[in-house]
C-alpha cells in the first residue's frame, strides 16, 4: 500500500528558531492534511491542504501541498516551548472513502 | 466547542476480557474512524463508517474485534477475547467527509493495557 516517508524523525530546537519538516511518497495524494500530538491526548488538526501548490498559514505554522502531489512540508517559524510535540502529516490517497495514510510523525523537543 | 468524546480514558484488564470502548463524534459529522496507536505501528486505521454504515474494517483482526455504530451519537469498539498484543492506544475520529473537504478531528484516546 501507500507509505509517507516523514522528516526528520525527531529535531530539537531552540526557542525563537524556525523549523521545517516534509512528507513524500512515491504516489499521489488528493488532500493533505498537518496534526500535532501532546502526550496523552489525540492529534489535533493543524493545517489541511487540497489542491498542488496551495500554500496555507495559521499562525506562525506554514504548511504547502508540493506540485507534483507527492510531498507536502510544514514550517513553524519563531519557535516557542509550547511547539514540542509530536508532528504528523497524513494524506488521503486518490479513489479512497476518506481514509487517511499516516506518517510516522516528527518529534519536536527542546534543546537542553 | 465541538468534541469527539471517548470512554474510558484508561482501561487495564485481563487477557480473555471482553474490552469495549466508546465514542460521540462530533454531531453533524457523517463519518467515524476507529485508530490504533503503537510506538512500533504508529497510527493504525482499524475501521470506518459513513452515515453508521461500515465502509471498511480491513485494518481489524476480525476474530477478535467488532466495530458498530448502534446510532449516529455512538460508535464502540470491542475486543473479545483481548490479548496482551492489544495494548496500545484506541482513537475514535469524525470528520464530514465531502468531494471538497476531509478532516478527522481526534478525540482523546482509549489508553489500554491488557496483563
Known amino acids: 500500500g501507500q507509505q509517507l516517508n516523514q522528516s526528520p524523525q525527531s529535531m530539537f530546537i531552540q526557542e525563537g528558531e524556525d523549523v521545517s519538516m516534509n512528507c513524500t511518497s512515491s504516489s499521489i495524494f488528493n488532500t493533505w492534511l498537518w496534526y500535532k500530538q501532546d502526550p496523552g491526548e489525540g492529534p489535533v488538526l493543524l493545517i489541511a491542504?487540497?489542491?498542488?501548490?496551495e500554500l496555507t498559514s495559521n499562525g506562525r505554522l506554514t504548511a504547502q501541498f508540493g506540485i507534483t502531489r507527492k510531498d507536502s512540508f510544514l514550517n513553524i517559524s519563531a519557535s516557542i516551548p509550547s511547539d514540542v510535540g509530536i508532528y504528523f502529516c497524513a494524506g488521503q490517497p486518490p479513489g479512497s472513502q476518506g481514509n487517511l495514510i499516516f506518517g510516522k510523525g516528527t518529534k519536536l523537543s527542546v534543546k537542553p | 466547542d465541538a468534541r469527539v468524546t471517548q470512554t474510558p480514558r484508561d482501561k487495564v484488564t485481563e487477557m480473555g476480557q471482553e474490552v469495549t470502548m466508546r465514542c460521540q463524534p462530533i454531531l453533524g459529522h457523517n463519518t467515524v474512524f476507529w485508530y490504533r496507536q503503537t510506538m512500533m505501528q504508529g497510527l493504525e486505521l482499524l475501521a470506518y463508517f459513513r452515515n453508521r454504515a461500515p465502509l471498511d474494517d480491513s485494518g481489524m483482526p476480525k476474530d477478535r474485534f467488532s466495530a458498530e455504530m448502534p446510532d449516529a451519537t455512538l460508535a464502540t469498539l470491542k475486543i473479545q477475547p483481548s490479548e496482551p498484543r492489544d495494548s496500545a492506544v484506541y482513537f475514535c475520529?469524525?470528520?464530514?467527509?465531502?468531494?471538497?473537504?476531509?478532516?478527522?478531528?481526534f478525540g482523546p484516546g482509549t489508553r489500554l493495557t491488557v496483563l
Open positions: 475520529a469524525s470528520g464530514r467527509q465531502g468531494v471538497l473537504y476531509n478532516e478527522q478531528f
Open positions: 491542504l487540497y489542491k498542488a501548490g
